[in-house]
């Protein structure tokens, strides 16, 4: 199994772009989100979904969309780049629905800068 | 708003010694707990799970105190290879998708 796999690996856009960072998971997990790190900040949800088709916010949505339409793959969508998204970002999926009471795995991440 | 707090460190630790990180929860609903690793420049790992009753696994000691909120994590005989940033997680009661991470310790074991 490759695990938890995310592209691009880096990235560097100028303000207003967009761009889509792609998280594909092969363990059949239902649960999977995304998590931006920052300097000096712990982990902070983005988006998550605990099913194909099922998607919902988490605690630093805006700036960002997602879709789920299978269960292998939930990309995140950065409608128009600011410098405030500059950040490290992580996809993780785990096996239960809910998502927090397993383990979680994570993708080797994306770093992203936009100037 | 300081969910989980942890101090941030560095603790430079030399090989072979004990080391121990304190975290600190607010949220009284909070069901499960978890201490991640992450190294340098890569993805956090699940070290292990708390539970109430304290679990070992090897040189790691995770403990759980309801009553005051606070976690910890015990290495005993520490490596070089335990450099890296330790995160506390921890759960809501029924949520879903609401795991709130420290900000970590790092730590530095030297030779």
């Known amino acids: 199994n490759a695990g938890v796999t995310q592209t691009p690996k880096f990235q560097v856009l100028k303000t207003g772009q967009s761009m889509t960072l792609q998280c594909a998971q092969d363990m059949n997990h239902e649960y999977m989100s995304w998590y931006r790190q920052d300097p000096g900040m712990g982990l902070r949800l983005i988006h998550y979904s605990v099913g194909a088709g099922i998607t919902d916010q988490g605690e630093v949505p805006n700036g960002y969309n997602v879709s789920r339409s299978t269960t292998e793959d939930f990309p995140l969508r950065l409608l128009s780049a600011a410098p405030s998204q500059t950040s490290v970002y992580f996809c993780?999926?785990?096996?239960?629905?809910?998502?927090?009471?397993?383990?979680?795995?994570f993708g080797p991440g994306t770093r992203l800068t936009v100037l | 708003r300081k969910e989980v707090e942890q101090d941030p460190g560095p603790f430079n630790v030399p090989e072979g010694a004990t080391v121990a990180f304190n975290c600190t929860y607010s949220?009284?609903?909070?069901?499960?707990f978890f201490w991640y690793r992450q190294d340098c420049r890569k993805e956090p790992k699940l070290l292990m799970s708390v539970y109430s009753s304290g679990n070992e696994d090897g040189r790691f000691t995770a403990q759980l105190n309801r009553a005051s909120q606070y976690i910890s994590l015990l290495i005993r005989d520490s490596k070089l290879s335990d450099s890296a940033t330790y995160l506390c997680?921890?759960?809501?009661?029924?949520?879903?998708?609401?795991?709130?991470f420290g900000k970590g310790t790092k730590l530095s074991v030297k030779p």
């Open positions: 997680v921890v759960s809501q009661r029924g949520s879903q998708g609401n795991l709130i």
């Open positions: 993780a999926s785990s096996t239960s629905g809910t998502g927090s009471t397993d383990t979680q795995y």
């Open positions: 949220n009284s609903a909070s069901q499960s």
